[in-house]
């Protein structure tokens, strides 16, 4: 896939912890770590996303990236402070600098920043890919996990393709 990324979308610390997991969390983790090794394999960048807010607070242990995910050298690590991992970071000049025109999406919460990134990179021109088994979020007092993933899948097959992560082919 030329000119393609995988954006790795808050895969910290928190989402994934012991005492209030996101849903399925062993398998999103899975299916994000396949995914980073298969762009890695095939030398497409991969961008990782990190959120900062009142909880998540930049260097604390629920902020960092989860163990076994994290960067390599040289990978770009991007801060945001809002859903849209665009507004007011330095994603579309990293994106821009590496000629990037398809993007694969991955990671948390699904009706906040995967939906809204999704939908405004869907906005900014760029193809997109879903790993509709790649993102996760936790039960919400009307929906489960798994029912909000789904129909977040189903809303967002209109800005992007949606493929399971193992479908995900990037060479």
């Known amino acids: 896939m030329d000119h393609t990324a995988l954006l790795v979308i808050d895969a ?19 299916n994000l770590k396949n995914l980073i090794e298969a762009a890695r394999s095939a ?5 990782f996303v990190q959120h900062n807010d009142r909880a998540l607070v ?9 163990v076994s995910l994290q960067p390599l050298s040289g990978e770009a690590v991007i801060q945001k402070t809002t859903p ?17 025109q398809h993007l694969v999406l991955a990671g948390n919460q ?3 920043c995967i939906d ?18 790649g993102h996760g979020t936790w039960d919400s007092e009307l929906l489960t996990g798994k029912q909000i993933i789904d129909h977040h899948n ?10 399971e992560a193992k479908e995900i082919q990037f060479s």
């Not at 005492?19 to 899975?30: F, G, I, S, T």
């Not at 930049?58 to 989860?66: E, L, P, R, S």
């Not at 869907?122 to 193809?127: D, I």
């Open 12 to 30: 910290q610390n928190e989402m994934f912890a012991e005492d209030n997991p996101v849903y399925n969390k062993d398998a999103l983790l899975e």
């Open 43 to 47: 030398n497409v960048p991969v961008i």
């Open 58 to 66: 930049a260097g604390n242990h629920d902020w960092q990236i989860h």
């Open 84 to 100: 849209d991992s665009f507004h007011k970071t330095g994603l579309q000049d990293a994106l821009n600098a590496k000629n990037i």
């Open 110 to 112: 699904t009706e906040y």
């Open 116 to 133: 809204t990134t999704c939908r405004r990179a869907y906005s900014l021109g760029y193809k997109v890919t879903l790993a509709k088994d």
């Open 154 to 163: 189903d809303v967002l097959s209109s800005f992007a393709e949606l493929k």
